[in-house]
């Protein structure tokens, strides 16, 4: 890229004789009588390189005029301390005498690094520091933030001389305002004396302007510089990916490959030890033990070699960051201790959950199937379903051992179950989501598993199911009420269920005197089915009263109604 600019070639040794004077005590004077004349203002064509020196020229200039300020204010300061002989006011300015080198001192560094293009502190030797645990772990971390701060060294710079600008120019806009009052002052009048201090006030304001002006704009024009320099986001990524890369890409895929053959070695030994390892019970404690040691050491062993090999390649970065990342693990790992112990215990199978045994989890019975870093529970029964989750997250949980005859869940796909709440129907489907009931008539209805176990499911597709009805008859059959008609009615029972659900569906039918009503004499009916006739057991609650009515019918037996008594008050006639 070309520029087009006019610029003077002559003060240009004109200002580095006098920066070098200014630095090493010489005259300025004797300094500038030796730089060479300026030349004559011409138009130049000049490269990038080029305007860059120009534009740094130009700082060194507003940073060589602020040094020029503040050193005179050092000078008069010192002037001012050998004529002090109030010790109060001797301390005064000895204090400020103290901040005017400190700011004279740092100005020097800021001219000499943008001079030098290096940074000065490099140079600078280290003041040891007693030992402490705290400055051991910055040392450790300090690798890591350098690199952060490499990475974002020119967006901080930037920002701190954006601070600068916005700093300078308001004291130098204060300063302007100090300056135009106390001239309004001097114009009015007064005695001798004031207008001496306010002469000297205007003086102080001046200089402070002029100071704050040149520090202004010595810290636009290297932020002008840096804006001029500054790259794309997405370059400036790449840039630094590609360095990275080239840096450490060699040392982070060795210590990768490392940690991967410590790991799959040790996980290799584990596994050809289970497989010839011979043990009647292969998930006794020493062998819990035994894999539990191994899985450990496989992880820390990978760590620990991806350590070694940035140490031994003398990557201080990759090494800190890993040993950060450790120390993060290890500090995050104290607050959960004792639930790391607990899932030890559970993996050792000598915790509250034990393989073989019995759980609820999310409300719905499991059987442990194994227990390790990631558990097995499994519900034969809800459609072979299973569940793989942390053994973290049965802390908290026990088990107990089956019980004789108990059934992992009430009923399985196929079954026919009645509800609770009347519901009645064949599952469809079971899962430990949602049980699906085909009711009579094809109508699905589905119930989350948990509410489902909630409404106490009847299985009816089990060995067998009994239907019970209540049926009565007159008084005037007093008689007979206990022989011959439970009997009678037993009999037109059985001939008349083989017609509903075959005779090999009926297992016992019984027809029992209940109680003596208050209009009718009450039998109790009770008919036991087999399984196989589930689907019809509204059927046969319908067809019981409808066999009983035709036996009346056919022995003559009265079905007696609800009688009421109407007692009517005699007559006031």
Known sequence: MKTVCIFSVGWIPSVLALSSATLFGQNESE??????????VEVTELTEEESARQRMVSVLMAQLEALHIKRDDVAE???????????????????????ATDELRVLEMKFRETASGVDL??????????????????????PFFAELREATSQSRKMTELRDDVERFSAQAEDARTAIAAIEGLLGVGGTAELQTALSEQLEHWQEVESLASSQEESARLQLENLEAQREGFVEGSTKYVRNFVQKRG???VLGIGAALAVFFFVRGILFVARKFRKTDNPKNFGSRVFVLAANLLSVLGGLAAMMAVFSVTGDVFLFSFVL?????????????????????????????????????????????????????????????????LPVRHLVGYHSRPWCEGEEEFPCKRGD?????????????????????????????????????????PRNLSLEGFRVETRFGVDYKHQAECTTSIPQAMEKSLSAGL?????????QNVQVQFASAGASSLDYEIEVDLAGSAAADFEKVQYALQRILVDCCNENG????????????????D
Do not use: C
Request: hydrophobic share 45%; charged share 20%.
């Open 31 to 40: 300094s500038l009588s030796s730089a060479s004349p300026a030349a004559v």
């Open 77 to 99: 300061l010192e002037n001012q301390l050998g004529l002090e002989t109030n010790e109060i006011s001797r301390a005064d300015v000895l204090e400020k005498l103290q901040k």
């Open 121 to 142: 502190g490099m140079f600078e030797e280290e003041v040891k520091e007693p030992f402490s645990l705290e400055n051991e772990f910055g040392k450790v971390a300090e």
């Open 250 to 252: 060699l040392n982070l």
């Open 324 to 388: 950060l990342f450790l120390l993060g693990v290890a500090w995050s790992g104290l607050k959960v201790l004792p639930q790391f112990v607990d899932s030890l215990k559970l993996i050792l199978n000598i915790g509250m959950v034990k393989e073989g045994e019995r759980i609820v989890f999310d409300d719905i019975p499991w059987n442990v199937e194994s227990l390790g870093f990631t558990s097995k529970l499994a519900n034969s029964k809800l459609d072979s379903a299973y569940q793989l």
């Open 416 to 456: 026919w179950v009645q509800l609770s709440d009347g519901r009645m129907g064949k599952t469809v489907a079971q899962n430990p989501g949602h049980v699906v009931l085909e009711e009579l008539g094809g109508a699905q209805v589905s119930v989350t598993t948990p509410d489902f176990l909630a409404l106490s």
């Open 498 to 506: 083989r017609e509903v659900v075959g005779a090999e569906a009926i």
């Open 557 to 572: 037996w009265e079905i007696p109604f609800q009688q009421i008594t109407v007692h009517r008050a005699p007559s006031s």
